[in-house]
């Protein structure tokens, strides 16, 4: 049975070959972009933060966490992207623990409120109509009359009119709503670790009936498009800026054209 997640939706709508390369003929690369490395390395401190539920937690600990994961997770094929290539490791492993920093700034560290914390990297399986869907959530904090969705970016930000069609969001609601009490609302809450301001890194947004409707009009469609493809064996290349960042040097003619050019520099 076909199962379903954002990340395999948005992959296809950005590249039809990365889509098959990763998802139909199951091919695993060791590569992570460092960005991406720091992301795993911010997660895991979040994950950590709010498992441990210090009810007093100095800024020091969450640097020496982050440190440790840093070095712990460090492998041998992490790289930088040919864009990105007058930045160091170093340049990146400072933005990742600059991340923590905004988010522990506007989260009241050291008093950070666990209180209402229901789960943190939830694994959910869920349906759209006969569609099968996977994902994880980073954080749930349930309330009284309400649940909170919360994701973490630390990449570049967006506003709350980006945000206005992310299909990343109605999954996230549509997991929640497969096990949630019915009455309910739910909330979906964005942070933008990078953002130091509260304003800019905090973007928290509720869909009303009009929009869910909408989304799931798209996410349909842009499943039609996959299983199209799926039939017609059909999964053209399609190079653009992302290539930066894809690790398919091998499989894919335009990766092997274009890393010849400007190869992606390991980072140490
Ligand atoms: S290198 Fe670019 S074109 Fe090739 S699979 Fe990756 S994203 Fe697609």
New binding site residues.
């Given amino acids: 049975m076909l199962k379903f997640s954002y990340s395999q939706i948005n992959t296809f709508s950005?590249?039809p070959?990365?889509y098959k390369?990763i998802y139909i003929d199951k091919i695993k690369k060791p590569h992570d972009s460092i960005e991406a490395f720091l992301g795993k390395v911010v997660h895991e401190v979040l994950e950590w933060i709010y498992k441990e539920k210090m009810s007093y937690l100095i800024w020091d600990s969450i640097e020496k966490k982050y440190t440790e994961i840093w070095k712990e997770k460090w492998h041998e094929n992490i790289y930088i992207a040919p864009i990105r290539k007058k930045l160091d490791t170093n340049h990146f492993k400072k933005m990742g623990l600059e991340c923590l920093r905004n988010f522990y700034k506007n989260n009241q560290g050291p008093y950070i409120d666990f209180k209402n914390v229901h789960g943190v990297e939830l694994e959910i399986e869920f349906m759209i109509d006969e569609y099968h869907f996977k994902t994880i959530i980073d954080r749930l904090d349930k309330f009284e009359n309400r649940y909170e969705i919360h994701d973490y970016k630390t990449g570049k930000s967006k506003t709350h009119d980006d945000l206005k069609n992310d299909l990343q969001l109605f999954i996230y609601q549509k997991a929640v709503e497969s096990f949630c009490d019915k009455n309910k609302k739910i909330n979906l809450n964005w942070h933008y670790l990078k953002e130091s301001s509260k304003n800019k890194q905090h973007i928290k947004i509720f869909k009303n009936e009009d929009d869910l409707i909408c989304h799931k009009r798209n996410l349909l469609e842009k499943i039609d498009r996959i299983i199209d493809a799926r039939k017609k064996e059909y999964f053209p290349?399609?190079?653009?800026f992302?290539?930066n960042w894809?690790y398919?040097w091998e499989?894919?003619e335009?990766?092997k054209q274009?890393n010849e050019i400007n190869p992606s520099i390991l980072a140490k």
């Avoid at 290349?237 to 653009?240: M, R, T």
């Fill in positions: 950005n590249c070959q990365k390369l290349s399609n190079p653009n992302l290539c894809c398919f499989e894919c335009a990766k274009y």
